[in-house]
């Protein structure tokens, strides 16, 4: 994969830090965007798009004017403007392609409310914005303590600190409506800066907070993805994958993204199988669908009555049907000799299909070993129902009345 979001980057789509797009920075494989249009020679006349793609910290990104006209190559930091004061970002794609990037989030270029982007970060600014990220973990902490002791029903996931510090964005997820009054009162004495809060979605927050998942590499709504849409349960349904939860759930403790990404192709897939309703008729007897394997293309059909699935080919189900639409039976499901075997077999078992399996079986057994120990062992018992003296009273009392004995 092409590295186009390093700092070390000085324009070129390889990696200016030599780790080949495995940097532990997390600049790398950041909602990057591969500038393909990097080596190409440009005519003489041709004057730079001025819109220029800015990240931040997580997954935001957002479009500024370069109306300075600078020379931006991604990875820059620049200072853009704000609501309040300034903010530092990176610049993350500039050129040809951030016009399709606003096509696709449905920008216009002509728009009046777009911010600009002032100059390039000295290094000043730089360190500046480095001292209030440094302190955000421990800012976040005490964001909690207060949300805590105030009981509100909410998490706070994520915290970011513009580059000047005049303003700080908590990020926060929760089930329902909160009041922020007090809270808001309380952190804007703790932190001295304007606060503003904003909820976001489980998925966002994941997305924001990062982390590896059960695939073994980066969250995809971390590192590419931007849009995120609904998952249904009918995905894993359709897939034939078994409603597990915990496989099926990712860290944000909702259903997969990666769900949907092959979701059409079983759609597709699935229109070639037949349909569970439709019965299979043969000279052995009806058969009915009982599970099928789209990736393999088979599927498994199971005779009335009987509990042994047969595989049959997507070819062979299809041939049957065509046969039974004609008038037609087939001696069995399968074509071969042992896949008949297979068919009678199942039909020679008998109503009661436990057999010899009964869990009654050995009953009558249990009974005559009672009565055998009960004849043999009758006068070894007796001993055992002898009548015991409850009392110590009913002992023997024939001596007690005896004098001691002298002993001398």
Same mark, same amino acid.
């Given at each position: ?162 580059? !000047?510090?005049? @303003?700080? /964005?908590?990020? *926060?997820?929760? #089930?329902?409506?909160? +009041?922020?009054?007090? &809270? ?108 099928? !394997?789209?990736? @393999?293309? /088979?599927?498994? *059909?199971?005779? #009335?009555?009987?509990? +042994?699935?047969?595989? &049959? ?96």
């Amino acid at each position: 994969m092409g590295c186009g979001s390093c700092g070390n980057n000085n324009g070129s789509h390889s990696p200016g830090c030599g780790n080949n797009g495995a940097c532990s920075t997390g600049s790398c494989n950041k909602l990057n965007v591969y500038n393909w249009l990097t080596d190409m020679v440009l005519p003489e006349d041709y004057e730079p798009f001025n819109i220029v793609e800015v990240r931040f910290k997580g997954s935001k990104k957002q479009f500024y004017k370069n109306v300075n006209h600078l020379e931006l190559f991604t990875g820059d930091k620049v200072i853009v403007d704000s609501d309040v004061g300034y903010d530092v970002g990176e610049v993350s794609l500039a050129g040809e392609l951030v016009k399709l990037q606003l096509k696709k989030y449905g920008i216009d270029e002509n728009n009046s409310e777009m911010r600009t982007i002032r100059n390039l970060a000295n290094e000043d600014e730089i360190e500046k914005y480095q001292k209030f990220k440094d302190i955000e973990q421990e800012s976040l902490e005490k964001a909690r303590t207060i949300a805590l002791q105030l009981r509100l029903k909410m998490k706070i996931s994520d915290i970011e600190y513009q580059g !000047d510090g005049k @303003k700080v /964005t908590f990020y *926060y997820t929760s #089930e329902g409506r909160v +009041d922020f009054r007090e &809270l808001i009162r309380r952190y804007a004495s703790e932190f001295k800066s304007r606060i503003q809060m904003l909820q976001v979605s489980y998925r966002e927050e994941a997305s924001r907070l990062g982390g590896i998942g059960s695939c073994g590499r980066e969250l995809c709504c971390s590192t590419w993805l931007t849009d995120y849409k609904v998952v249904s349960m009918g995905a894993p349904k359709t897939q034939n994958l078994s409603i597990n939860m915990l496989k099926l759930s990712g860290q944000c403790g909702r259903l997969k993204c990666c769900l949907n990404y092959e979701l059409e192709t079983y759609h597709e897939a699935l229109k070639s199988f037949p349909n569970e309703k439709v019965k299979l008729k043969t000279e052995s007897g009806l058969a009915s669908l009982k599970k099928i !394997d789209i990736l @393999k293309g /088979t599927a498994w *059909y199971c005779y #009335e009555r009987s509990f +042994d699935w047969i595989p &049959l080919d997507l070819n062979r189900v299809n041939e049957i049907i065509a046969l039974n639409k004609k008038g037609k039976t087939p001696a069995t499901l399968s074509d071969t000799a042992k896949g008949a075997e297979i068919a009678f077999k199942t039909l020679e078992y008998k109503d009661d299909l436990l057999g010899e399996n009964d869990l009654t079986r050995m009953d009558h057994k249990n009974k005559k070993t009672n009565k055998k120990r009960g004849h043999k062992g009758g006068n070894k018992n007796r001993k055992f129902n002898k009548p015991r003296n409850k009392a110590k009273g009913n002992r023997d009392n024939s001596n007690r009345n005896q004098k001691p004995r002298d002993n001398n």
